[in-house]
């Protein structure tokens, strides 16, 4: 049965450390989302890519995040250097747009805590 | 900027009620509408879909409603069970492909 994977499934990683969190989406799938989730915030939508060029990313803050599609079957997002605000659980999402229909789809999510 | 509002933020109910949950968002130029269920330390199960021409959708025990000229959605969920216990999430898709503004959630406790 096709689902989104992510790994690491759980970081603790030091301040000013690098993390990079790798997502595998559905195969077929044309669109990759980053989220993050937190308490206080919720669900943010980080960056999303389409046919594996990024069409928004002005959810992500840019002086320390990056996300990319090396190929259309890994999506990454990486933090350099990762602070202690950064801890949150990141979730990939991937979908199939066609038509009318559209949905998206969730992995587990990498739960990152930053010390 | 799409706001999406979901009440309650919590419910308990007795198992065996039928319960509503409520989604209310600010820009009605939407996609579609998304719920989902949460469950604690797991990722979002995709539970119903509406596009923006459909009234609602079915699946099982849960019905889902769109009135997209008001801005509102909501999920019922019919004879409750335990098994239900979860956090209801509501998104929105936005009219540029995909991207989701998800509600706060609302936090559903069944009890036996």
């Known amino acids: 049965d096709a689902r989104v994977t992510q790994t690491p499934r759980h970081k603790v990683t030091e301040m000013g450390q690098e993390v990079t969190m790798r997502c595998q989406p559905i195969l077929g799938h044309n669109t990759v989302f980053w989220y993050r989730q937190t308490m206080m915030q919720g669900l943010e939508l980080l960056a999303y890519f389409r046919n594996r060029a990024p069409l928004d990313d002005s959810g992500m803050p840019k002086d320390r995040f990056s996300a990319e599609m090396p190929d259309a079957t890994l999506a990454t997002l990486k933090i350099q250097p990762s602070e202690p605000r950064d801890s949150a659980v990141y979730f990939c999402a991937s979908g199939l747009v066609t038509g009318s229909s559209y949905e998206q789809y969730f992995g587990p999510g990498t739960r990152l805590t930053v010390t | 900027k799409q706001e999406v509002t979901q009440i309650p933020a919590a419910l308990s109910v007795p198992e065996g009620e039928n319960l509503v949950l409520n989604c209310s968002f600010t820009d009605s130029a939407i996609y579609n509408l998304q719920w989902f269920r949460q469950d604690p330390g797991k990722g979002l199960t995709s539970l119903l879909l509406?596009?923006?021409?459909?009234r609602e959708q079915t699946s099982g025990r849960l019905n889902a409603s769109l009135d997209k000229s008001s801005g509102r959605s909501t999920l019922y969920i019919a004879a409750s069970q335990p098994g239900d216990s979860a956090t209801y999430l509501c998104?929105?898709?936005?009219?540029?492909?995909?991207?989701?503004?998800f509600g706060q959630g609302t936090i559903l406790t069944v009890h036996p």
């Open positions: 509406i596009q923006s021409s459909q």
């Open positions: 998104a929105v898709h936005g009219t540029s492909y995909g991207k989701l503004t």
